[in-house]
Antibody
Framework: EVQLVQSGAEVKKPGESLKISCKGSGYSFTSYWIGWVRQMPGKGLEWMGIIYPGDSDTRYSPSFQGQVTISADKSISTAYLQWSSLKASDTAMYYC???????????????WGQGTMVTVSS | EIVLTQSPGTLSLSPGERATLSCRASQSVSSSYLAWYQQKPGQAPRLLIYGASSRATGIPDRFSGSGSGTDFTLTISRLEPEDFAVYYCQQYGSSPLELTFGGGTKVEIK
């Protein structure tokens, strides 16, 4: 079964750092782009960026460039989303997603992780 | 940046009725790279349609997508109880790469 399994919910204070993970299984992890999508409480979906685990080519939404870092470790089939200094406005559900077609950056998302809820509060 | 505008914001219908959801783009979407997703409360979204009109694996044929250029439509031919949810469109054809979503349409029980 093709799946993405994300790390558990996090509660952090403003200014703290955080790295959440997304482990792929059931397919060739290095052959498909992996992305991250933010959903703030009660709001819609926002695309953050993508990475190609095969060569770590990374693209960011202009809205998130410089705010987060996307990385991957292909040896353990895991992608990451990290913050160096969290803000209260980072409170949201974060989903990792797999692209539908092997090797396609311009693509729809066919596999979604279960989501990681990040709460930032003093 | 391509902006996607979905309408209506909320659609109130009864089971068995036909639902027609609209997604309008601020610029032409290249190669009909337009997808539709369904999200139920407390769940991750699910891919329904890609390439404007191709159904994803396991999606019932009551869901259909159409359109090109700047105007796209998701049609649910006969609403089942499990179809009441929020639906998002997404374009993935822009260069430089931006995979933007519309604001969503909620389909609720009338």
């Amino acid at each position: 079964e093709v799946q993405l399994v994300q790390s558990g919910a996090e509660v952090k204070k403003p200014g703290e750092s955080l790295k959440i993970s997304c482990k792929g299984s059931g397919y060739s992890f290095t052959s498909y782009w992996i992305g991250w999508v933010r959903q703030m409480p009660g709001k819609g979906l926002e695309w953050m960026g993508i990475i190609y685990p095969g060569d770590s080519d990374t693209r960011y939404s202009p809205s998130f460039q410089g705010q987060v870092t996307i990385s991957a470790d292909k040896s353990i089939s895991t992608a990451y989303l990290q913050w160096s200094s969290l803000k209260a406005s980072d409170t949201a559900m974060y989903y990792c997603v797999r692209h539908l077609h092997s090797g396609w950056a311009n693509d729809a998302f066919d596999i979604w992780g279960q989501g990681t809820m990040v709460t930032v509060s003093s | 940046e391509i902006v996607l505008t979905q309408s209506p914001g909320t659609l109130s219908l009864s089971p068995g009725e036909r639902a027609t959801l609209s997604c309008r783009a601020s610029q032409s979407v290249s190669s009909s790279y337009l997808a539709w997703y369904q999200q139920k409360p407390g769940q991750a979204p699910r891919l329904l349609i890609y390439g404007a009109s191709s159904r994803a694996t396991g999606i019932p044929d009551r869901f259909s997508g159409s359109g090109s250029g700047t105007d796209f439509t998701l049609t649910i031919s006969r609403l089942e109880p499990e179809d009441f949810a929020v639906y998002y469109c997404q374009q993935y054809g822009s260069s430089p790469l931006e995979l933007t979503f519309g604001g969503g349409t909620k389909v609720e029980i009338k």
